[in-house]
Nanobody, 125 residues
């Protein structure tokens, strides 16, 4: 499974960005997809996750109400709509996917086997 993330960039505080992550390869073998982020000097942290159907989602407390994860199964793509961005949201954002043989909470980083290359999000005036 290969994951290609895109959509990062520079945005002012209060602005919006939409990240995309396209999956290819053995996509039949994955179910949950998610987004993680890592800021300089900090550990990677969970941002949001979505089930295969898109019917189940989970969000980190720090972004609830501002970010929305969605999934287009027909396009094998997961999105992260980020609104009301804050300087503390600046980080490299990674998309990830989990094999369908793993049963775990959507936020469990250890369960994600496939990772994209990351896309930089900078929030600054």
């Amino acid at each position: 499974v290969q994951l290609q993330a895109s959509g990062g960039g520079l945005v002012q505080p209060g602005g919006s960005l939409r990240l995309s992550c396209a999956a290819s390869g053995s996509i039949f073998s994955i179910n949950v997809m998610g987004w993680f982020r890592q800021a300089p000097g900090k550990e990677r942290e969970f941002v949001a996750g979505v089930s295969r159907s898109g019917g189940s989602t989970n969000y980190a407390d720090s972004i609830k109400g501002r970010f929305t994860i969605s999934r287009d199964s027909a396009k094998n793509t997961v999105y992260l709509q980020m609104n009301s961005l804050k300087p503390e949201d600046a980080a490299v954002y990674y998309c990830a996917a989990r094999p369908n043989t793993v049963i775990a909470d959507l936020a469990s980083e250890w369960a994600y086997k496939y990772w994209g290359q990351g896309t930089q999000v900078t929030v600054s005036s």
